[in-house]
Structure formats: structure tokens, C-alpha cells
């Protein structure tokens, strides 16, 4: 299971667009009204071509820790250990679980995590930054005004991607990522 949060800037029009005419296109003024910003936290388990995507208000250890326990409790119910995959980001470390929720909550949640970090400047290698780049292409590419309608706007992504459930081929081993990206490992 991957992982990766994105920005999101929350913009409205201040004079509403024209609709697209026969042989017009819409036209939409450069103005835009700001409306605040969220975060989006994506999910990719790359093998089984399923992805999730949902926004909160900010990208805190909390917010992440409560994705944690949605993805642990709600996702994966049962599964004694899932493997994540996260960037070296300040709050991708278990301490955030401690900051969230009680000792043995959060250690509960901690005893199901098999946290592996990309190698610093190698975030690209986690699958969910492609996941967050097929988002962006296809229902971010707009303006969005508020939380609520940018989390329905992901729910449908969610369903149309998994409905659809392309798996990732990477054809880039374990071996080959040693020799091309020898500059990121840590000489022995």
C-alpha cells in the first residue's frame, strides 16, 4: 500500500463561466475567488489496481493518523500487517498515531504498520505520486470552491478508478533501482 498527501488550493469564479456552445468553447475568465486550502490524501495498492483519495481540511499528524486508522479499521479489518509505502514527510512517523490517540489505541494501530520510506529525493518512486497525478489530470484540473464538493468530486474518481482497476506494471526491479539510483542509498 502506497501513500501521499497533495495541496489543494480551494478556488471559485468571480464571473461565472459561458457555457460551451455548438463550435464555442466555455469560456472562463483568468479571475478567481480564493476559498482556502486542503490536503489530499491518496492511496494506491498498486498490485490490485485499487486507489482512494479523500480531502480534509489540513495535513496534520492528526488528519494523517486518522487516515491510518480509516485505512487499518475500515480497509484492512483483519489484516494483522499492512506494508506502507510514504515519503520521508515530518508526519509520516508512528509518533503520529501517539499524537492522535490514546497510548493504547495508538499502539494498537502501530503493531498493523510495516512503514517502508522512499529514499530521500526518490519520493517518485512511491506509486500513489502517479495516483495523485492521474487526479490531477482528471478532476482537479478545475476550480473547485469547497471541501464538501472536492471530497464528492474524489468519491467519484474513487469509484470510476477502481471500477475500472488497472494494475501497475513497474518494470523497474529491485536490482535495477541499485544500479540507476545508487546516489540515493546509503554507502555500506
Not at 45 to 57: F, N, Q
Request: overall charge positive; proline content about 6%.
Amino acid at each position: 500500500m502506497c501513500m501521499d498527501e497533495k495541496p489543494y488550493r480551494l478556488l471559485d469564479h468571480v464571473i461565472e463561466p459561458i457555457p460551451m456552445e455548438p463550435g464555442k468553447p466555455r469560456k472562463e475568465d483568468v479571475e478567481y475567488k480564493r476559498c482556502g486550502t486542503c490536503s489530499i490524501f491518496v492511496y494506491s495498492e498498486p498490485l490490485k489496481g485499487w486507489g482512494h483519495a479523500h480531502a480534509r481540511d489540513r495535513r496534520t499528524a492528526i488528519d494523517r493518523a486518522e487516515e491510518i486508522r480509516w485505512l487499518l479499521d475500515e480497509k484492512y479489518y483483519g489484516v494483522p500487517k499492512v506494508r506502507l509505502v510514504v515519503d520521508n514527510l515530518n508526519t509520516h512517523v508512528i509518533a503520529s498515531l501517539y499524537k492522535a490517540f490514546p497510548a493504547s489505541e495508538a499502539r494498537r494501530l502501530a503493531k498493523r504498520l510495516e512503514i517502508h520510506y522512499t529514499p530521500k529525493h526518490g519520493s517518485w518512486l512511491n506509486i500513489a505520486e502517479i495516483q495523485i497525478s492521474v487526479l490531477a489530470r482528471q478532476y482537479l484540473c478545475r476550480r473547485i470552491p469547497a471541501l464538501n464538493i472536492l471530497n464528492r468530486e474524489l468519491d467519484a474518481w474513487n469509484l470510476s478508478h477502481n471500477n475500472v482497476q488497472k494494475n501497475i506494471n513497474r518494470q523497474f526491479s529491485t536490482d535495477d533501482a541499485r544500479i540507476k539510483l545508487n546516489h540515493l542509498y546509503p554507502p555500506f
